[in-house]
């Protein structure tokens, strides 16, 4: 199983991105889709996530700004950003709970980190 994201790059402020997690490999099924991002000298944060029934969660950073989404047929999560400020720079990760063929148990996968930075 693996999780590649991709999307990132540089944009202005008040300006958005389109970030995507598409999953590979032999699964069963997908629970949890996560966004999370580590700006540089801080904790990594948890900024979205969403059930395998659409169910929503936001950080209050990005409240009315962000937006998680996901396409089950195609194993692929997003987060579309809009509004973006300088406090958004930052290594965007995307994790998910997934059960692979062949497993009797959810695993926690975690794919590579795609950098986001805003700036003018």
């Known amino acids: 199983v693996q999780l590649q994201a991709s999307g990132g790059g540089l944009v202005q402020p008040g300006g958005s991105l389109r970030l995507s997690c598409a999953a590979s490999?032999?699964?069963?099924?997908?629970?949890?889709m996560y966004w999370h991002r580590q700006a540089p000298g801080k904790q990594r944060e948890m900024v979205a996530h969403?059930?395998?029934?659409?169910?929503?969660t936001y950080a209050d950073s990005v409240k009315g700004r962000f937006i998680i989404s996901r396409d089950n047929a195609k194993k692929t999560g997003y987060l579309q950003m809009n509004s973006l400020k300088p406090e958004d720079t930052a290594v965007y990760y995307c994790n998910a709970d997934v059960l692979p063929y062949g497993s009797l148990r959810w695993g926690d996968y975690w794919g590579q980190g795609t950098q986001v930075t805003v700036s003018s």
């Open positions: 490999g032999s699964i069963i099924s997908i629970n949890r």
């Open positions: 969403i059930t395998s029934g659409g169910s929503t």
